[in-house]
């Protein structure tokens, strides 16, 4: 086995929006407050890595379909690109989706979905470890999709004969109903103390009228 290296490289991976779907069923958060260059820095200072590269992936509205959170979005993306972040987003595509109600009745309605952002997502980690650009790959992500990846890290560590960790973080707590990272991969559960400690001091949201 390829003995560790002393000094490990992350490159944190960022899913947004699966970062704050968990931050808000774990913490109530109401909207996307975390600031991932400062949550990627903390859960690598945890774990004794050295964070090289933090990297953004999102989709967002359109704002014919929702001028709220494309405003939003479109102002904490510049931010994060000011601030070295390599930022990666989508428009979101909306199809009509039925459900079927308890008492036997559908609804419908248009739900907006990601496209390729995950697919992009999971380029970049597999793209990144050929390039030996990290030894650890940090996913904030849940996704079990990903966990192709992880089996494509372990090839990858095993053609090149080095050390490479793939590992899944993302927040958690007693409420929290999904309590697994991506399979094949270190799981590190973010607890609300660590999360608040990287809050956005910005808040992005347009102010409304009174």
């Avoid at 931050?23 to 964070?51: E, I, M």
Wanted: one cysteine or more.
């Amino acid at each position: 086995m390829p003995a560790e290296p002393p000094i490990k490289r992350a490159v944190a991976f960022i899913d947004g929006q699966n970062l704050f779907y968990a931050a808000k069923t774990a913490f109530g958060y109401k909207y996307p407050n975390y600031d991932p260059k400062a949550l990627a820095a903390r859960v690598c200072q945890s774990r004794g890595w050295q964070l090289d590269q933090t990297r953004f992936y999102t989709g967002f509205p359109s704002a014919d379909d929702n001028p709220f959170w494309n405003h939003f979005w479109q102002a904490k993306l510049l931010q994060l690109t000011r601030e070295g972040v390599h930022a990666f987003s989508r428009l979101l595509r909306y199809r009509l989706q039925t459900v079927r109600l308890p008492d036997g009745t559908t609804h419908s309605a248009l739900v907006g979905q990601e496209k390729g952002v995950d697919v992009r997502l999971a380029i970049d980690v597999i793209s990144l470890a050929h390039q030996q650009a990290c030894d650890a790959a940090l996913v904030f992500s849940q996704d079990q999709d990903l966990s192709e990846v992880a089996d494509e890290i372990r090839k990858i560590a095993a053609l090149q004969g080095r050390w490479i960790k793939m590992a899944s973080a993302f927040p958690f707590s007693p409420a929290s109903p999904n309590r697994r990272g991506i399979n094949g991969t270190d799981w590190i559960r973010i607890d609300r103390a660590t999360y608040d400690a990287c809050l956005d001091s910005r808040d992005y949201r347009p102010k409304t009228k009174t």
